[in-house]
């Protein structure tokens, strides 16, 4: 199982050159989590079979990797194609990263979010213009994105706050700072300060544009610029190595085993407490309520009490119990034949109990067969964008049956116009 205490971001405006996205991909598929790019390459790949066209629809877009799951907002029929993405790596899956194009949706602009203990927190990548379009956007909207812990990318603004260069403050470089202040951003500080553009143009110094704010939490967290891996780009890398805790990719929680002792000592003792609450003052207002919080209180003081605490991994079987534990620890401890052989007979034994009880489950009680073949279950959506309907995001069931609801009975309930059919010619009737 894969376990991060940080996420290792690499940033870098890649000047559209698709052989250094490629060589990327593949090159630093092991030292990296999150490829945040600007301007990446959106070229012409091959021809697809198409019913309206002899040579086929064109395919377009970047580059893709089998260890690297691409995140971008793809453009529209009539819009220039993206100036932003990112490659999440799939080893960090667990953290369900996904496109929030229903909260800011605009070419520069890369909104993504992961889960954290039930809670979203937001990455964005971000290419503004000569015009500083995206940032203007930004402040435009007014948009409010709680637990932001990272903003970078190519922001064009050259300000005497971050380049040794400048001596001036303009306008769009306060813009930039009051964006990240209302986000509670601060600026993240160059291990060595070195320039991040280097022109080849004569008469364009180097210069400072490229960007990384982070949480003010973590504002002792700095980053640093690979001048070598700058390959046929004029931007340098940005790396930064964004902390979290274990638990973001690992699940732990609390459990009570079916049909175990824990389970049995769990509800003796919530029949017991709940036998010496007094239920004599239900008459009023107040009692009922001090009433529900002793019920309260005696369910999770229980809970506390007996349920264990698990750390849900790849390697979690449902079926292990203590027994399996207990063996196994003790064939580590002597290292015996004897007690390998005891820990295979457990498993066994213990695979046997647990699919013997679900299968009479299923077929007993619920009479759903099918839930024993794993291709009818339920297919999870990828996490990649909301399905919109009427410009809304779906992101209940209810939002979705609603959609799928209207959209195919979108003609329920509404007049129907039966002279068409009298044109028709009718026939004789036909016995079945």
């Not at 001596?167 to 951003?185: I, K, V």
């Not at 999770?300 to 203590?322: E, F, G, L, M, P």
């Amino acid at each position: 199982m894969y376990c991060t205490t940080e996420l290792r971001i690499y940033l870098q405006n890649v000047c559209k050159n698709y052989a250094l996205v490629d060589t990327f991909l593949e090159s630093q598929k092991n030292s990296y989590d999150i490829f945040f790019v600007q301007e990446p390459p959106w070229n012409f790949i091959q021809h697809t079979p198409s019913t309206s066209s002899l040579e086929g629809d064109k395919v377009v877009g970047a580059p893709i990797h089998p260890d690297w799951t691409q995140v971008v907002r793809l453009p529209r029929d009539s819009e220039s194609p993206p100036w932003v993405m990112a490659f999440i790596h799939t080893c960090l899956s667990r953290l369900r990263f996904a496109l929030r194009r229903d909260v800011i949706d605009h070419r520069d602009i890369l909104l993504l979010f992961f889960f954290d203990r039930n809670e979203c927190h937001f990455l964005i990548n971000m290419y503004s213009d000569d015009h500083h379009s995206a940032v203007k956007f930004m402040l435009d909207q007014v948009i409010d994105i709680p637990n932001l812990l990272y903003m970078g990318g190519d922001f064009n603004i050259r300000d005497a706050e971050w380049d040794p260069l400048v001596t001036s403050h303009p306008a769009a470089g306060q813009a930039l700072m009051d964006l990240a202040d209302s986000f509670g951003l601060v600026r993240s500080l160059l291990v060595l300060p070195v320039p991040t553009h280097y022109s080849d143009s004569e008469g364009h110094a180097n210069s400072v544009i490229d960007l990384i704010f982070i949480d003010m939490n973590i504002a002792q967290v700095s980053h640093h610029i690979e001048l070598d891996l700058r390959w046929p780009s004029e931007h340098a890398p940005l790396i930064v190595n964004l902390p979290i805790t274990p638990e973001n990719t690992r699940i732990c929680r609390k459990v009570l085993k079916r049909n175990s002792e824990e389970e049995s000592a769990f509800l003796s003792s919530v029949i017991a407490s709940l036998g010496r609450l007094n239920f004599s003052g239900l008459s009023s207002t107040a009692g009922l309520d001090l009433l529900s919080s002793n019920i309260s209180k005696v369910f999770a003081d229980a809970w506390d009490a007996y349920a264990r605490n698990i750390t849900v991994t790849a390697c979690s079987k449902k079926w292990w119990n203590s027994e399996c534990r207990t063996v196994l620890e003790r064939y580590r401890l002597t290292g015996d034949r004897s007690d390998w052989h005891l820990f295979r007979s457990a498993t066994r034994s213990a695979k046997r109990s647990f699919f013997d009880n679900r299968i009479a489950e299923i077929v007993s009680t619920n009479k759903r067969p099918w839930d024993l073949m794993s291709w009818v279950k339920q297919h999870k959506l990828p996490a990649v964008e909301a399905i919109r309907y009427q410009g809304s995001p779906c992101n209940t069931l209810p939002d979705l049956w609603n959609a799928l609801h209207l959209s195919y009975n979108a003609a329920a309930n509404r007049p129907v116009q039966l002279s068409a059919l009298d044109d028709v010619p009718c026939l004789a009737p036909r016995l079945w």
